[in-house]
């Protein structure tokens, strides 16, 4: 997967609190979940992701998902800005 898409956004929201908003209020083009994240916390983004129709797609680690972002730390989930 290459995380160039993410890297390139020019929006994005980091984190899980952040996502799960953006895709309530219909923001979210596309969404990333860390295959090496806890179910538990990710599964609020995954549920609403499916309900919403948001396109969601796992990436290999949460340390790949933050570096992508530009972030110094893990990062479970993030999403693309429309």
Known sequence: MSYHRIADASE??????????????ELVEKVYIAADADV??????????????????????????????GIEVNAAAVAIKK
């Open 12 to 25: 994005r929201y980091v984190g899980v609190k952040a996502t799960v908003k953006a895709i309530s209020a």
């Open 40 to 69: 538990l916390v990710t599964k609020q983004v995954i549920d609403i992701a499916k309900r919403k129709r948001t396109p969601l797609t796992t990436v290999s680690s949460m340390r790949k998902l933050g570096k992508a972002c």
